[in-house]
């Protein structure tokens, strides 16, 4: 998945693409389980092109509470500027400005998609992945799902390394 920069003429071009969700492989944070849609328009100024757009997919996570999948849609916005890697190597070393943040590099005047894609998705992860913001979570004790079924597992724990003292508070 790479756009050819060579193959755009004009100051100002849109492109639109749907990939496939088999093209990306699974990741360890999330699967990709709906058609990946690119859409974005490129503006050139020499060798600078900005791409303005948005990165839209269904993604399948896993609740860390439960371990259950469930299905998170992305719709992410981007806004990037590429230049080529080498007037950006030769720069002078300077403070990073805002603008820095929305800077990106490209090699042998072609754009790496599948990146952008990439980085669209992890930038919408949620920190937490919940399936719902009610879930229960795993039993601590006999690791069934609580969200299906309440298990009649004690809810305390004794720690064996307290036994000694509860004696003595038991003699006295």
Sequence with gaps: MRLDLSK???????YEREYPASAFAADADYAVV???RLAFDI???????RLDGRVSATLELRCSRCLEPFRWSVDEPFELTYQ????????????????????????????????????????SLPMKPLCTDECRGLCPVCGGNLNRQACG?????????????????ADT
């Design 34 to 36: 709906s058609p990946v």
């Design 8 to 14: 755009i003429r004009t100051a100002h071009e849109r």
């Design 43 to 49: 503006h050139k100024d020499q060798e600078t092109f």
């Design 84 to 123: 080529p890697r080498a007037a950006v190597q030769s720069a002078e070393e300077r403070e990073i400005a805002d603008e820095d943040f929305s800077a990106a590099v490209y090699d042998d005047d072609q754009i790496d998609l599948e990146q952008l894609i990439r980085e669209r998705f992890e930038m």
């Design 153 to 169: 597992c004690k809810a305390e724990w004794d720690d064996p390394r307290m036994a000694v003292l509860k004696k003595l508070r």
